[in-house]
T-cell receptor, first 115, second 110 residues
Framework: KAGVTQTPRYLIKTRGQQVTLSCSPI?????VSWYQQTPGQGLQFLFE???????NKGNFPGRFSGRQFSNSRSEMNVSTLELGDSALYLC??????????????FGPGTRLTVL | LAKTTQPISMDSYEGQEVNITCSHN???????ITWYQQFPSQGPRFIIQ?????VTNEVASLFIPADRKSSTLSLPRVSLSDTAVYYC???????????WGLGTSLAVNP
């Protein structure tokens, strides 16, 4: 069974631009979560989608948004990029909603660099 | 403010048992404890999850004392390939709480 895939793997943007990242979950998984990972802050939860609905949202500004499609694939968008948005963006999928008793399967991430 | 605290780094040698402890003083009744492993250029990978007492699987054990304010990930007989960053996560059932530790960088030496 194929794992979680994320595209693109690397991205370089300039301040003020916007970016869209894509995530394809493991087949059959309906929940997709997004995380931002930086050396100083570690893993920070952005949001979780289940059945095309955002179920949970972390403490990020409205410039960060996402959506999920009927095939469970998900995209996240960051508008008006800032230097501080440079990070590894990770997508994780799981069979059902909620991670407390659910193993999350992470993709390799998209490395975003904002210049 | 709830948080999880774990050592920044640890060193070990091949064949030794490694214990990494995570402190989560403000853990709530409904919270679970999960550990993940991350290699460079990869996403985290699930190791083990528990709620109380002891959980064991084919790669690790997780010890949780009665007060649940800490947890210890135990890796038996580590090898060079266990060199990675290990993360502790405290979460509740509906994901309204997701508290990740900053990770413990484990270096296994020959």
């Amino acid at each position: 069974k194929a794992g979680v895939t994320q595209t693109p793997r690397y991205l370089i943007k300039t301040r003020g631009q916007q970016v869209t990242l894509s995530c394809s979950p493991i087949s059959g998984h309906r929940s997709v979560s997004w995380y931002q990972q930086t050396p100083g802050q570690g893993l920070q939860f952005l949001f979780e989608y289940f059945s095309e609905t955002q179920r949970n949202k972390g403490n990020f500004p409205g410039r960060f948004s996402g959506r999920q499609f009927s095939n469970s694939r998900s995209e996240m968008n960051v508008s008006t990029l800032e230097l501080g948005d440079s990070a590894l963006y990770l997508c994780a999928s799981s069979p059902t909603f909620g991670v407390s008793n659910n193993e999350q399967f992470f993709g390799p991430g998209t490395r975003l660099t904002v210049l | 403010l709830a948080k999880t605290t774990q050592p920044i780094s640890m060193d070990s040698y091949e064949g030794q048992e490694v214990n990494i402890t995570c402190s989560h003083n403000n853990i709530a009744t409904n919270d679970y404890i999960t550990w993940y492993q991350q290699f460079p250029s990869q996403g985290p990978r699930f190791i083990i999850q528990g709620y109380k007492t002891k959980v064991t699987n084919e790669v690790a054990s997780l010890f949780i004392p009665a007060d649940r304010k800490s947890s210890t990930l135990s890796l038996p007989r580590v090898s060079l390939s266990d060199t990675a960053v290990y993360y502790c996560l405290v979460s509740n059932r509906d994901n309204r709480k997701l508290i990740w530790g900053l990770g413990t960088s484990l270096a296994v030496n020959p």
